[in-house]
């Protein structure tokens, strides 16, 4: 019912930039929160920034400085900055809408935990 698409993954060199976009799509009336995670060969999963609907936005301590997360509501779509990447920034990125709400005339109807297929970073020299 709600399928989020991420893209603007690539191959970079440690310093550079690159801007992931993730845009949500189906039955949407609003998304409260929005995310960006990430996962490294052989780790965890692990987040990386969430922004709300009202522009609140939280960091992991790591990307802090060098990761801006921003998003357009009128088109459910999140955006990552990445700059002065380091390799160990190497990843799958994924993004995340942690509540979906379906319809304005029933609070009851949303779904939960909407997570994209991820988009591969890597930075390297």
């Known amino acids: 019912q709600v399928q989020l698409v991420e893209s603007g993954g690539g191959l970079v060199q440690p310093g550079g930039s690159l801007r992931l976009s993730c845009a949500a799509s189906?039955?949407?009336?609003?998304?409260?929160?929005m995310g960006w995670y990430r996962q490294a060969p052989g780790k965890q999963r692990e987040l990386v920034a969430t922004?709300?609907?009202?522009?609140?936005?939280n960091y992991a301590d790591s990307v802090k400085g060098r990761f801006t997360i921003s998003r357009d509501n009128a088109k459910n779509t999140v955006y990552l900055q990445m700059n002065s990447l380091k390799p160990e920034d190497t990843a799958v990125y994924y993004c995340?809408?942690?509540?979906?709400?379906?319809?304005?005339?029933?609070?009851?109807?949303?779904?939960?935990?909407?997570w994209g297929k991820g988009t591969l970073v890597t930075v390297s020299s």
């Open positions: 995340n809408a942690d509540r979906v709400y379906y319809s304005d005339r029933n609070p009851n109807a949303y779904g939960l935990d909407f």
């Open positions: 189906g039955s949407i009336f609003s998304i409260p929160a």
């Open positions: 922004i709300t609907s009202g522009g609140i936005t």
